[in-house]
């Protein structure tokens, strides 16, 4: 989680602005990469092209589920909204295996029959504008990360990582394919681009999965959360830390082990202590603090 994250009004405006920004760069590219396949007949091009209709897609998803997502706690939902972005990654991970999928029939089908590629020039146009614009796009993802941490905007991030290398494979498949005649190195690039796919929906997809079956946040920010609490006065230690994100929001729960003579009163403001100094650490965080006498067994209930 980030030291730096923002409150989460400023957190959740920017959110919808990488979400608009997004399903606008793709829909731009989108135009620019038909026209440019159209003209090429290129089997790179053209799975770069669908690539693009697949960030389109997956980045109006990102849209609904950050709207969605951003929605405060209500009475059906107290723990609020927040894994509707990780239902978003899921979703767009299974648009990235389905792109694959049929980019890699395509490509074997042009091995079988290779086409000798002869116009380049708006290939190579539209694939460095592409990348430029790509680029801008991923400067403003990752300081939208940084400010919220959000998982749907890391997903969308991936994404567009994932093509400008994908851009510029294609502008090498299309120089070697042209000017030094192997057509071969058309279907060659496009099936290499196929496996780089599938591993962004791999990540994807592991990311999601963790969220939606409440995984424990990173070792470094439980730990840090151990730290912050055994330093405030009056605390001899701390046990049962649990953790889970929910979208932008995270869940911090732990036991204080309290001198068992104090009063009521004064393990009550120790325990608001810890909770303002792990909160500050973590501002997108909701921390639950447990008092427990120190050297006293805790007694568990079973529920029948």
Do not use: C
């Not at 038909?34 to 897609?57: G, H, P």
């Not at 295996?97 to 380049?120: C, H, K, M, Q």
């Not at 004064?266 to 427990?292: C, L, M």
């Amino acid at each position: 989680m980030s030291e730096q994250a923002n409150t989460p009004s400023n957190a959740g405006d920017l959110m919808r602005w990488a979400t608009y920004a997004s399903v606008s760069v793709a829909s731009i590219l989108i135009v620019g990469k038909f026209y440019a396949w159209m003209v090429s007949d290129s089997v790179s091009l053209l799975s770069t092209l669908v690539d693009s209709f697949l960030d389109a897609a997956a980045s109006f998803v990102n849209l609904l589920a950050v709207r969605h997502a951003l929605q405060p706690a209500d009475r059906e939902h107290r723990f609020g909204h927040g894994k509707a972005e990780a239902l978003a990654g899921l979703l767009q991970s299974a648009f990235i295996t389905g792109s694959a999928v049929f980019l890699f029939i395509e490509s074997i089908n042009r091995l079988v029959d290779p086409i000798v590629i002869i116009e380049t020039k708006a290939g190579y146009i539209v694939m460095v504008f592409s990348i430029v614009l790509t680029l801008a796009l991923m400067t403003f993802q990752r300081y939208v990360i940084k400010r919220s941490g959000s998982l749907a905007i890391s997903a969308d991030l991936l994404h567009y990582q994932t093509d400008v290398l994908i851009n510029a494979s294609v502008i090498l498949s299309l120089y070697i394919s042209s000017q030094m005649s192997i057509p071969l190195a058309d279907p060659i690039f496009a099936i290499a681009i196929v496996a780089y796919i599938v591993r962004s929906a791999w990540q994807i997809g592991i990311g999601a999965f963790h969220v939606l079956m409440d995984h424990e946040i990173s070792d470094a920010d439980r730990e840090r959360i151990q730290r912050i609490a055994l330093a405030q006065p009056g605390v001899l230690g701390m046990h049962d830390l649990r953790t889970r994100s929910s979208g932008t929001q995270v869940f911090i729960q732990l036991h204080l082990e309290l001198n068992g003579e104090m009063t009521l009163n004064e393990t009550h403001k120790i325990a608001d202590h810890v909770e303002r100094e792990v909160g500050r650490a973590f501002p997108s965080a909701e921390v639950i603090v447990h008092e427990d006498p120190k050297g006293v067994d805790e007694v568990k209930v079973e529920f029948k």
